[in-house]
């Protein structure tokens, strides 16, 4: 598999990522030599696997719906970039 | 009284020896006039130590105290902590004061424990040397040259050099025993499960695993104790009876089947390391243990299937640092992407976007079957050559790391040189068993070595069994670079 920097840049732009053209360029010689380790994979027979997501097979927790937090708006605003009245203010998305 | 072990501080404290006042004024002293050379702490908060400390002397005066009441702990800087300066060794959290504490810290809260500081990291625990902490590397206390080993870099540098009693780690790819395993000291990574990951940043959810460092085995047990338990809030958390993990420690070794896999005996150990590993299981050998020779096929594979597996959960878990409701947002922007783009681009590390571009790309429309699927498929193998070998053998060893500590700057070019650090270790990760490094000698340029003891899911009972029996037999463990 062959990278290119606008697959780099597409990915910056996908990760939410900033990235200028020398950065790309560099980030494009090291992710290729990454991604040479990660094509030994390709090697193995696993057709007939299953993928395995987790470590333990568990089953996921159901608990009854009721009320177990308190309201911490606050607190949790307290630590915001901007907040006012309650709210997260980010820029403006809908004219 | 730095060299103490926790059951020895817990006697004095219990005796009125000590109070955790003076035992926590001490070690806050020492982290002052030593922290400055190795970087060990990110933050230290001496009227909140100091505060738990006196809390802690009413429990003991009260008779309520239990084996860590009083006892300094440093915590890892990836456990917020209600109050304190949570970074996880990044500066898109260099403003983030935890408003609640993680499961971890509530337990030891409970305990009684003193958190002594907060340690220094990879940024977002990305990393084999404490190179990418944003907060700047930590020195390795037995040569200032070389590195602490990572992610938990600074957790095995303050216990190596005595600056906290115990620490705590968190290990996805060998983030504890790595770093245990080049700075002489124990640490170990539980069962996936056993210790909550509520308010233990996110790096690999299905690999994250929070666990003890320490100078022993012995120690690990009185941690271990404290610090696994059912979280509801962690959506991994396994219900199990409570287990006390220092119940096995005096069982001889007799008749002990140790495994050991030859392709961890392959090509790629220094030779340092093997001869130390090989005088260790003759240690072991005369402590009534068998070894027999296993094999696990697929291990080379562990290296590429982290790699993909990793930073996909990664570039996942990591979208939540947008600069909106906590954490650094940029000064100027054009438009909300703008600030989530600038944001981001400024708050990470390079080691961090490389990370989140790789699980980006593994994730995206077109490669998700050919790399996170076919990872995942690699996975069940390797999980499944354990599983097989289990059949043959009680438990597993062989080296932490392939090399003794590497010097600062040496591999922090070259990211896949840094990634083959944990070849050993990753496995352990990918199948969710428990694993440990405890010293066994030193190589190269005086630098430790450690012994790598695998053992099957839930048999950390056993496994601190093994490594205390061996500590009661040499005293590599009791050795300080300080």
Known sequence: MTLSVSDVKRIADLAYIEIDDNEAKETLTQLSGIFNLIESMQAVDTSTVEPMSHAQSVVQRLREDEVTETDQRELYQSIAPQVEAGLYLVPQVIE | MFNASLKQLSIQLAGKKISSTELTSEFLQRIQQLNPEYNAFITVNEELSLAQARAADQMIAAGQAGPLTGIPIAQKDIFCAKGWLTTCGSKMLSNFVSPYDAGVIERFNQAGAVNIGKTNMDEFAMGSSNETSYYGPVKNPWDHAAVPGGSSGGAACAVAARLACAATGTDTGGSIRQPAALCGISGIKPTYGLVSRYGMIAFASSLDQGGPMAKSAEDLALLLNVMVGFDARDSTSLQREAEDYARDLQKPLTGLRIGLPKEYFAAGMSNDVASAIEKALDEYRKLGAQTVEISLPNAPLAIPVYYVLAPAEASSNLSRFDGVRYGHRAESYSDLADMYRK???????????????????????????????????LRRLIAQDFADAYQQCDIIMGPTTPTVAFNLGEKSGDPIQMYLSDIYTSAANLTGMPAMSIPVGFGDKNRPIGLHIIGNYFKEAQMLNVAHQYQLATDWHNQSPV
């Open chain 2, 343 to 377: 944001s981001r681009a400024q708050g990470f590390g390079p080691e961090v976007k490389r990370r989140i571009l790789i699980g980006t790309y593994v994730l995206s429309h077109g490669y998700y079957d050919a790399y996170y699927i076919k990872a995942q498929k």
